[in-house]
């Protein structure tokens, strides 16, 4: 694993000394400079030659957006980037993750001494995480129109779950669904206030509906469920239909909701379906969706190469538990066919 050397850029004298400090103090991570502006930065990045670079959604002169966009048409390097968790704030992180940020970070700002400690810990995993993604290898989105193919569901639940880049992959997946799409239950590790953002963006984009998950939730078609509650997990309880329930547990594995566990509900409940594990930081599906494969279901892995964190597709298989390794832009057909009678 590649240690992270880092360039922050804000504007803010505060926020430079702030992340430099969150950052310095995170295992192998160094901050090797900082910036004020998109032109420093731009100097500094020819200079030092950072892996990351953590860049303020507001800063004078060039926006933080601005700077991203022609970073990535450029000169791709992994960026993170730092934003309020406003309405317009998460707006902009949609818009930063379709333009190629690795991830969007809130700004800790008026933290509890105990929510500042987890903010410290989180972005030095992100960051390090962020030094070791596919950014470089990272294509435009091949234009998704909803499937054209006959749709008559066979039966089966779809599944899947991605952390960091999965906004921008399933952006990409989802958009080929059709209305009368299986019912869908995906468990997605990123920031609750741009999921919230997000699930309202693709509900008004999709033929489909796209809901949060809600405990009690019967399983129909036409909806796909997001859980992202970071206090509860996400299974699935047989019956007809089916439900989705939401619980309190510890995190398993570091995470919750746990794709292990959602996976796990599905092959313990015999219950037909496909599922995959898509883009995202360390081991989480894996053993589930082994569960999964080895109950009878149909089971996917992103491709490697496709994934801008490679980690979790990586271990998925690792473990034998994806029947398939499927480049992202063929993913959505893949998970629909697999449901689908024709």
Request: charged share 25%.
């Amino acid at each position: 694993m590649n240690e992270a050397r880092v360039l922050v850029v804000d504007d803010s004298a505060a926020m430079r000394a702030l992340f430099s400090d969150i950052l310095d103090q995170a295992k192998n991570v160094t901050v090797i400079g900082a910036a004020v502006n998109a032109a420093d930065a731009r100097e500094q990045i020819l200079e030092l030659k950072p892996n990351v670079v953590t860049l303020d959604v507001e800063m004078p002169g060039m926006s933080g957006i601005e700077f991203l966009e022609e970073l990535m048409g450029s000169n791709p390097i992994p960026v993170v980037m730092l934003s309020s968790l406003t309405q317009a704030g998460t707006e902009t992180s949609l818009k930063a993750y379709a333009l190629g940020a690795v991830e969007c970070f809130p700004k800790p700002l008026k933290a509890t001494p105990e929510q500042f400690s987890k903010s410290v810990a989180k972005l030095g995993k992100i960051v390090l995480a962020a030094a070791n993604s596919n950014v470089k290898d990272r294509k435009a989105p091949r234009e998704h129109k909803v499937s054209e193919v006959h749709f008559e569901w066979n039966g089966y639940l779809a599944a899947m779950s991605a952390s960091m880049g999965g906004i921008d992959a399933l952006t990409q997946i989802l958009a080929g669904f059709p209305e009368k799409c299986p019912p869908t239950v995906i468990a997605l590790n990123a920031e609750p206030a741009v999921v919230e953002t997000f699930i309202k963006r693709m509900d008004t984009e999709l033929k489909c509906s796209v809901k949060a998950a809600k405990d009690g939730t019967p399983l129909t078609q036409g909806t796909i469920h997001i859980a992202f509650d970071p206090e509860r997990h996400v299974v699935i309880e047989p019956g007809s239909p089916l439900k989705l329930r939401l619980i309190d547990r510890d995190p398993v594995d570091g995470m919750r909701p746990s794709a292990n566990l959602l996976f796990g509900s599905i092959a313990r409940g015999a219950i037909p379906a496909t599922a995959a594990v898509l883009t995202g930081m360390g081991k989480d599906g894996a053993k589930g969706l082994r569960l999964m494969r080895d109950a009878g279901c149909k089971t996917f892995a992103q491709d490697r190469k496709s994934a801008l964190m490679a980690e979790a597709p990586t271990a998925a298989i690792e473990m034998d538990a994806a029947a398939n390794e499927v480049e992202l832009d063929d993913l959505g057909p893949a998970i629909i066919a697999s449901c689908n009678i024709g």
